[in-house]
């Protein structure tokens, strides 16, 4: 699993900040602030993939990506 790297949302919700991998269905997170919520979510990526793998069940491929558009 070393070297995969997935796309990650981070969404402003009104009292914290949620997050999801749009690859890993399932897989989300919510914190504080947008530092805590990146640090979940990491953390919450690890535990998913040993999850899958432990199952038996493939490792999706990072597929989706994301990028700023400046208008």
């Known amino acids: 699993m070393i070297g995969l790297e997935y796309a990650v949302v981070i969404e ?29 979510i990491s953390e919450a990526i690890v535990f998913h993939l040993e999850g899958l793998k432990e199952d038996g069940l493939p490792i999706p491929a990072p597929e989706s990506s994301a990028a700023m558009v400046r208008v």
């Open 12 to 40: 402003k919700a009104s009292d914290n900040y949620c997050a999801y991998v749009p690859d890993l269905p399932g897989c989300v997170a919510t914190g504080k602030t947008r530092e805590e919520t990146w640090k979940l």
